[in-house]
C-alpha cells in the first residue's frame, strides 16, 4: 500500500480511510507501524485534500506527536513519524496544532539522531513548521539553530539541503513592525473570525474551522492589541470581542479535555484580562452577563484535575510543557482578580456565585494557587456584607439588622 500511495488517485483513496490507517500507526507490532506510517507520509505527500483530512482528525496528530516523542520506536518508525508531520505541515492548521502540541523540541531533539533517515526527516519537518513566525522564536529556544548548523554540514545532500533552508527561514525572523503590519492588515474583526472558528478567512482556503491552534493565536493577538490603547480595548469591545472569548470559553468546557482546549481557554481568560485592565468601564463591561459564571465553571471542571495531572510529556530527558488544568486556574484567577479589583457590582457577584468554589481551593490548593485565591479573596473582601431585605443596610455579619432588626437572610 505505502508503494501505492505515491499515486496521486490512489492517495485520494487512502485518505477516505484515514481513521483506519492512524489505527494501523498505533498497531502493536513494531513492523505493522512501520509500513503504516510510510503509507500515510505518501498519501500526503502533494495531496492538500489529505493533509486538511489529518488537521480535522485531531487523531491524527496526537498519534505522530506521540511517536517521535516515543524512543521505544524504531528508526524507520521514527522517521516516517516525522516524514508525516513534515508532509502534513505545508498546511497552515495542522502547522499550527502541531507547534501548539509541542512538535518542535522533539523534532530538534530527533534531529540530533545518529540515524541519517530520522535527521533528514526531522529537518524536513522543522523547515515546514519554521514558515510560521510563531513557531521560528521556538525553534530558537529548542537550540534549532545549533541543530540544524550541525546539519548542514551532513554528507547527506538532502539533509544538508533541508537544514540550510531552515537556517534560511530562521534568518528572516519578522521583526516587531513587521508583525505589526500583518494585525493591521486583518484587524481586530479578522481575529474575532478566527476566535469564532469562520469556514475560511481572506480566501485562505487551508484554513480550516475551529482550529483550537488558530483560536490561540487569534486570542493572543486580541490581548496584545488590547494592551496598546484604550481605543483599542474599545474597538475589540465595539465588535463583541469580550463576547465573542466568553463564548468561546463557554463551548470549549463541553469538549474533550484535552491540551489545545486548555491552551484556547488559557489565552483567552489572558486576552479578556487584557481587556478588563482598562478601567472601570471594561471591568463593567466584561463582567455583565453571565461571564462570572462562565469562570466560575472553568474552575470547577479543571480544580479537581490539579492535583493528579501530569505536566510533562519526557522524551529521552527531554521535557516538554503542555498547558495544563492549573495554567487554566491560574488564567482564571488572574481574569477574576482583574475583574473584581476596587469594583463592587464585580466583587459582589464573585462572592454570590463562585465563593463555594473559591474557599475550597483556598484549603486544597497547592502553595502557588492558593496565594493566587487568597489574594482574590482579600480584594473582594471589603465588599463581602449581607444586604438588609427591609432597609437596604450593608451588615457585615450577624442574623439581625443592625439599624432595624429584621432577620438576615439575603447574602449575596
Known amino acids: 500500500m505505502s508503494n501505492?500511495?505515491?499515486?496521486?488517485?490512489?492517495?485520494?483513496?487512502?485518505?477516505?480511510?484515514?481513521?483506519?490507517?492512524?489505527?494501523?500507526?498505533?498497531?502493536?507490532?513494531?513492523p505493522v507501524r512501520?509500513?503504516?506510517?510510510?503509507?500515510?507520509?505518501?498519501?500526503?505527500?502533494?495531496h492538500e485534500g489529505n493533509r486538511r483530512r489529518f488537521g480535522l482528525y485531531l487523531r491524527c496528530i496526537t498519534t505522530f506527536i506521540r511517536l517521535i516523542a516515543d524512543k521505544s520506536q524504531s528508526n524507520k518508525v521514527l522517521e516516517n513519524a516525522c516524514r508525516v508531520l513534515g508532509s502534513a505541515t505545508h498546511n497552515d492548521a495542522v502547522a499550527l496544532q502541531a507547534g501548539t502540541l509541542g512538535a518542535i523540541p522533539l523534532l530538534v531533539h530527533l534531529s540530533q539522531s545518529r540515524s541519517v533517515g530520522v535527521q533528514r526527516a526531522s529537518a524536513f519537518a522543522l523547515g515546514n513548521l519554521a514558515v510560521h513566525d510563531v513557531h521560528k522564536r521556538m525553534i530558537i529556544e529548542a537550540n534549532g539553530i545549533e541543530s540544524m548548523t550541525k546539519l548542514s554540514a551532513s554528507d547527506c545532500r538532502e539533509t544538508a539541503k533541508y537544514a540550510k533552508h531552515m537556517l534560511d527561514i530562521l534568518a528572516d525572523l519578522s521583526?516587531?513592525?513587521?508583525?505589526?503590519?500583518?494585525?493591521?492588515?486583518?484587524?481586530?474583526?479578522?481575529?474575532?473570525?478566527?476566535?469564532?472558528?469562520?469556514?475560511?478567512?481572506?480566501?485562505?482556503?487551508?484554513?480550516?474551522?475551529?482550529q483550537p491552534g488558530f483560536q490561540a493565536l487569534a486570542c493572543d493577538e486580541l490581548a496584545i492589541e488590547a494592551t496598546k490603547s484604550t481605543k483599542s480595548r474599545l474597538d475589540i469591545v465595539h465588535h463583541d470581542g469580550h463576547k465573542i472569548l466568553v463564548t468561546l470559553l463557554s463551548n470549549s468546557i463541553l469538549q474533550k479535555d484535552l491540551p489545545e482546549v486548555r491552551q484556547v481557554q488559557q489565552r483567552s481568560?489572558?486576552?479578556?484580562r487584557s481587556i478588563t485592565k482598562g478601567g472601570d468601564q471594561f471591568q463593567d463591561i466584561c463582567g455583565a452577563n453571565d461571564t462570572i459564571d462562565v469562570v466560575v465553571r472553568i474552575l470547577k471542571f479543571h480544580f479537581p484535575k490539579v492535583s493528579s495531572e501530569d505536566r510533562t510529556i519526557v522524551h529521552d530527558g527531554l521535557k516538554v510543557s503542555l498547558v495544563q488544568s492549573s495554567d487554566v486556574c491560574e488564567a482564571s484567577l488572574g481574569f477574576l482578580f482583574a475583574l473584581c479589583s476596587n469594583h463592587e457590582k464585580n466583587s459582589r457577584r464573585t462572592i454570590q456565585r463562585g465563593l463555594k468554589t473559591l474557599l475550597l481551593m483556598a484549603n486544597e490548593s497547592d502553595d502557588a494557587l492558593r496565594e493566587l485565591v487568597v489574594h482574590l479573596l482579600e480584594v473582594m473582601g471589603p465588599?463581602?456584607?449581607?444586604?438588609?431585605?427591609n432597609c437596604k443596610s450593608k451588615e457585615k455579619g450577624g442574623s439581625c439588622c443592625s439599624k432595624c432588626g429584621h432577620t438576615?437572610?439575603?447574602r449575596m
Not at 500511495?5 to 483506519?20: C, E, F, H, V, Y
Not at 512501520?34 to 502533494?46: G, I
Not at 465588599?383 to 431585605?389: F, G, L, P
Open 34 to 46: 512501520s509500513h503504516a506510517t510510510n503509507t500515510l507520509a505518501n498519501a500526503l505527500f502533494y
Open 175 to 210: 521583526r516587531s513592525e513587521e508583525i505589526e503590519a500583518k494585525r493591521v492588515k486583518y484587524g481586530v474583526q479578522g481575529l474575532l473570525y478566527l476566535c469564532e472558528g469562520v469556514d475560511e478567512y481572506d480566501n485562505q482556503g487551508n484554513v480550516l474551522p475551529k
Open 383 to 389: 465588599y463581602s456584607w449581607i444586604v438588609c431585605s
Open 408 to 410: 438576615l437572610r439575603e
Open 269 to 272: 481568560l489572558w486576552a479578556l
Open 4 to 30: 501505492l500511495a505515491w499515486n496521486s488517485r490512489n492517495q485520494d483513496t487512502i485518505g477516505k480511510l484515514l481513521p483506519q490507517l492512524i489505527d494501523l500507526c498505533n498497531h502493536d507490532e513494531e
